[in-house]
């Protein structure tokens, strides 16, 4: 009898263990999920910090890929320490992966500017379809063909146009630009000086110091787009603000991965990826063109005085 009994208590402690263990198995295999089995994780860096816009478009595209993968592709963005290392840090597998612009590349790649800006270019949406389905993207593919470095074409942030200058001086026409001294920087600062500015080249934390107090440094200076430019101040020191493409149309920031991570992925996640990071890309031009009506609105609600750029001082730049 003593023995039927110890069977039947045996019997039943193994039942119960298994019915345990059948109850723990699904959150013992999401804990294992979460853990990281059957998950890819990626690190990546962008050379702006959070707030701005394009922070914030990094930041959602990373969270629509970890959705769309069903979290089986996890990926963050942080600010770069040094944005002009990304390439390097993509390239050495340190990161993997980062929104980087081409212009930082210049070291290695002399052509690199094509794949950003050029002064007098293309228009934004234009340089977007060239880049995507007018072979941009594979002469750029070709171009860094020796680094472990995957370009992704379509992915990135695509910026609205800088604007022209900022001045306490009035500009109707070419000529008044040589009586500016003005803060410049790259192609543009080139050309500004072959049309008789006086071009003096400062980081863009001096420039609001440089244009006030009784004697002033700079005259007027061109930075960024209305965005930044409001967060900087810019609307205390200078009267006015003029709008042109013409001297930086466009930037366009690349989404690059490390080539041996990205051929890793399944054909499925490098979908997902590719078309995820194409739609906001799209996305987020969309909300800059909303934020550039509204700041440049700003501008004048503050008193500057908002202008086009006159027809005549845009060609002679072209």
Same mark, same amino acid.
């Given at each position: ?91 050495? =597998?340190? +990161?993997?992966? /980062?929104?980087?612009? $081409?212009?930082?590349?210049? &070291?290695? *790649?002399?052509? !690199? %500017? ?90 863009? =934390?001096? +420039?609001?110091? /440089?244009?006030?107090? $009784?004697?002033?440094?700079? &005259?007027? *200076?061109?930075? !960024? %787009? ?93």
């Amino acid at each position: 009898m003593k023995k039927i009994v110890v069977i039947l208590l045996a019997v039943i402690g193994i039942v119960s263990l298994l019915m345990v263990g059948s109850a723990l198995e699904p959150a013992a295999v999401a804990k294992e999920k979460e853990g990281g089995k059957g998950v890819t994780k990626w690190i990546g860096v962008i050379d702006i910090g959070p707030g701005d816009p394009m922070f914030t478009s990094a930041q959602r595209m990373c969270q629509a890929i970890t959705t769309a993968s069903g979290g089986r592709l996890k990926l963050t963005v942080e600010p770069a320490v040094d944005a002009w290392a990304t390439f390097d840090a993509v390239d050495a =597998g340190t +990161i993997d992966f /980062a929104f980087s612009l $081409p212009d930082q590349w210049r &070291d290695k *790649f002399p052509a !690199a %500017g094509l794949f950003s800006t050029r002064a007098g270019g293309m228009s934004p949406k234009a340089k977007y379809l060239w880049f995507i389905s007018g072979g941009g993207a594979k002469l750029a593919q070709q171009m860094i063909a020796a680094y472990d470095v995957q370009l992704i074409p379509g992915g990135g942030y695509l910026s609205t146009p800088e604007l022209f200058l900022h001045s306490n001086t009035e500009i109707d026409e070419p000529d008044d630009l040589g009586d500016l001294k003005l803060r410049a920087i790259g192609d543009g600062g080139e050309i500004l000086s072959i049309m008789g500015a006086e071009v003096v080249s400062m980081p863009g =934390g001096e +420039i609001y110091q /440089a244009m006030i107090g $009784p004697e002033p440094i700079i &005259d007027a *200076f061109e930075f !960024a %787009g209305p965005y930044t430019n409001w967060q900087y101040g810019f609307q205390e020191v200078a009267d006015y603000v003029y709008v042109s493409g013409c001297r930086v149309p466009h930037n366009l920031y690349h989404f690059i991965v490390n080539q041996t991570r990205w051929n890793e992925l399944p054909d499925d996640l490098q979908w997902i990826v590719k078309q995820v990071s194409m739609g906001e890309v799209l996305t987020s031009y969309d909300e800059q063109c909303q934020l550039e009506i509204t700041l440049l609105a700003a501008f004048q609600g503050y008193g500057c005085v908002v202008e086009t750029l006159s027809p005549e001082i845009e060609e002679a730049f072209v």
